[in-house]
């Protein structure tokens, strides 16, 4: 029998009607938990079912999506039920969900909550322990695997962006048991040996399986201890790993890790040559400052220059001396009120105005009537002079 020739085309053609020919594949219930859940902007919802045996990919239209009565998320085990058909363009099957429900949560995705409740109360998310990414490195350290699309993009980012960089690759397993102690590994390796100054650990984007190294307890703890500040690139956008809350900063891919750990050179250029123009404005504003003051200094005579100096001497002389005549005058002023106050307060002037004080022969002055006794002697002066007294009675 000869063998058959069909095209791409037709072959999945083929395989549509076949499978759609299966009346026990029209309605269907699977069971499994959901992985990649994607929501587009139409409203449906794309989704890989899996367990642990295999996946199986799944869409549900925004017709049947909108009578769901929760919100489906990675690691959510549920029962779909729908019809299995191929998808021509691409040639896989998978199932057109009409209706599903919760089966529980999956066990890694339970995990992965414990974990992360468990760090964020010891505080290893906590915003003031992570350290600052150096804005000119000369050393960045890769820890990825080498036969990824990661590494190839963070090396033609950095090389593109900043060449003045050199990149050291650290080989490592990213996915699988063994992955998680490789990734350790190698940040304490870095970090032992000084030899870069910002760190990036990452992968591409996959399933929460595939990305689960980035959620153990020992990667999340090495790259809180690390010395080096560490740039945590792990999936795509919408991708959260244990390492990228842990982590200084968190990318969310290997490219854009790439971006944030160099400054671009063609921006610091235009930095510079900015810079430049404007020390070179600065540098000539002075210089023609300075030949203005030095033209304007020669044109003038010296002996104007000599005359203004002595005009402005005369005319300190002249303020200082009516200051000080000011000064004179208002000084003469207070000495003759103090004069006036003072000749009105003198005894003498009482006696001017014809009074007279009688004293005793030691200078004390008699005050009353009490004080004077028929043939005591006192002495009464008088404006002009004094005159021994005698009382003749009393």
């Known amino acids: 029998m000869e063998p058959i020739m069909a095209t791409v085309s037709q072959l999945n053609a083929y395989m549509k009607r076949v499978v759609d020919g299966q009346t026990a594949l029209n309605d269907i219930w699977i069971k499994g938990e959901i992985s990649n859940f994607k929501q587009h902007y139409s409203g449906h919802l794309y989704i890989t079912l899996k367990d642990d045996g295999g996946v199986l990919k799944a869409v549900m239209f925004k017709s049947a999506a909108s009578t769901l009565t929760f919100q489906p998320e990675d690691g959510m085990k549920v029962l779909a039920r729908g019809r299995i058909g191929v998808y021509e363009q691409s040639g896989t099957y998978q199932l057109y969900i009409n209706e599903m429900t919760p089966d529980g949560v999956g066990e890694l995705y339970i995990a992965y909550e414990q974990l992360k409740k468990k760090l964020e ?71 032992k040996h000084k030899l870069c100054d910002t760190l990036i650990v990452g992968r591409g984007g996959g399933s929460i399986e595939d990305l689960w190294a980035f959620n153990e307890e020992i990667v999340a703890r ?106 004179l005058e208002g000084r003469k002023k207070t000495l003759s009120q103090l004069c006036a106050k003072l000749d009105a307060l003198s005894p003498l002037a009482v006696m001017a105005r014809g009074y007279a004080i009688a004293e005793e022969a030691d200078g004390t002055v008699i005050r009353s009537v009490k004080d004077m006794q028929a043939g005591k002697e006192f002495s009464l002066r008088l404006a002009d002079g004094a005159c021994d007294c005698v009382v003749k009675e009393r």
């Open 121 to 191: 109360a010891e505080g290893l998310f906590d915003e003031k322990a992570k350290k600052p990414i150096p804005q000119y490195p000369e050393k960045v350290g890769v820890i990825t695997a080498t036969t990824g699309a990661a590494v190839r993009d963070i090396i033609n980012v950095i090389t593109r962006r900043y060449p003045y960089c050199e990149i050291i690759i650290y080989p490592s397993l990213v996915q699988g048991a063994d992955a998680a102690p490789n990734i350790v590994q190698g940040i304490e390796y870095f970090n």
């Open 222 to 327: 090495a790259i809180y201890a690390s010395q080096i500040p560490v740039i945590s690139a792990v999936g795509h956008e919408t991708d959260f790993t244990i390492a990228d809350f842990v982590a200084d900063l968190r990318a969310p891919t290997p490219s854009a890790a790439a971006e944030i750990a160099v400054p671009s050179q063609l921006e610091l250029m235009s930095k510079i040559s900015t810079m430049a123009n404007r020390i070179r404005v600065a540098e000539v504003n002075a210089l023609k400052n300075r030949r203005l003051k030095i033209e304007k200094l020669s044109l003038r005579n010296p002996k104007d220059r000599i005359d203004d100096l002595r005009q402005r001497n005369d005319n300190l002389l002249k303020q200082a001396e009516k200051s000080f005549l000011l000064t």
